[in-house]
């Protein structure tokens, strides 16, 4: 199996496994994640309307990943979304049954920002601001 098709395996098995997540924190009551997102968030310090900005950015990120072209971007959002996530576990002292898949998505959003990462930062403002064409 090629490199290009375990990479585009990978980022379509996230951008489902992120539009379910993403939509879930949308739903309200118990979801087959859990309790209700509205109390999660405020369990975690967080207001109950920050559950829609995180899903967004979950499903737009997943909508990205299943472009070619704008991985990058979807992978990156991921990152950022991710990486607050393990901090707010590691920071509630939530424990490893409801913590494993923040830092385990977090790698994986990792591995598909650095094997889509541009040969050129330029192009890749130009790509996403839709200055120009990309070589």
């Known amino acids: ?19 379910i997540g993403g939509a879930a924190k949308f739903l ?3 979801t087959m994640f859990g309790p209700e997102y509205s109390e999660r968030f405020v369990d975690w310090g967080y207001p109950t309307w920050f ?3 995180v899903g967004a950015g979950e499903v737009l990120a997943a909508v990205l990943l299943t472009q070619p072209r704008r991985r990058f971007l979807g ?19 939530d424990p490893l049954s409801e913590s494993v898949s923040a830092p385990v998505h977090l790698v ?8 889509t990462r541009p040969a050129d930062w330029r192009t890749l403002v130009s790509s996403y ?3 120009g064409t990309t070589r």
């Open 1 to 19: 199996m090629s490199k290009q098709r375990l990479l585009t395996g990978l980022c379509w098995f996230m951008a489902i496994e992120f539009v």
């Open 75 to 93: 992978a990156g959002i991921l990152v950022v979304i991710l990486g607050g996530a393990v901090l707010t576990h590691v920071l509630n002292q």
């Open 51 to 53: 559950r829609f900005v």
């Open 108 to 115: 994986l959003a990792g591995i598909v920002a650095w094997a």
């Open 129 to 131: 601001a839709g200055l």
């Open 28 to 30: 309200p009551g118990e």
